[in-house]
């Protein structure tokens, strides 16, 4: 037989040029960094937008007041209207409940600044001192319990 004419033979295409695969990869890089530059972007903005502006005011400005409980202070009460212990069973013995509420009472500045643990932020309660006491009077005195706290 003898040799093949490669006139014949199919004619195979020639494989790409490493300058067409170089420029694919520019072009792949420069969108890349152009979409995380675009999203970084964004979010600075998106942030910016949300933030108030707190670098104009002072610091003391920003914190809130304290409640108006804690201003009393530690609030040594000699006489304390009567325990609401209308349920039973009580949650712990009667004297643990009836120390937690004295607790409440004479130490406001305490409870105001611990949060509600059960939930009842949503009946308007705004620290611990309400889940056991109600109202005071001018001197700072417990006047009315808030039975809740016996739960």
Same mark, same amino acid.
């Given at each position: 037989m003898g040799r093949k004419s490669s006139a014949k033979s199919p004619?195979?295409?020639?494989?790409?040029?490493?300058?067409?695969s170089a420029f694919s990869s520019s072009i792949l890089i420069v969108g890349v960094v152009a979409l995380v530059a /675009?999203?970084?972007?964004?979010? *600075?903005?998106?942030s910016a937008r949300l933030q108030p502006e707190t670098a104009s005011q002072p610091a003391a400005e920003a914190v809130a007041p304290p409640p108006a409980a804690a201003l009393l202070g530690p609030h040594p009460q000699a006489n304390l209207p009567p325990f609401p212990f209308n349920q039973e069973p009580l949650p712990r013995s009667p004297e643990v409940v009836r120390a937690a509420y004295r607790f409440a009472a004479e130490h406001p500045e305490v /409870?105001?600044?611990?949060?509600? *643990?059960?939930?009842?932020?949503?009946?308007?309660?705004?620290?611990g001192e309400d889940c056991f006491v109600t109202a005071r009077n001018d001197k700072g005195d417990v006047t009315e319990?808030?039975?809740?706290g016996a739960t």
């Open positions: 004619r195979t295409p020639a494989p790409p040029t490493s300058t067409d /675009l999203a970084g972007g964004f979010t *600075y903005w998106r /409870l105001s600044y611990v949060p509600c *643990y059960c939930g009842c932020e949503h009946s308007g309660h705004r620290g319990w808030e039975p809740h």
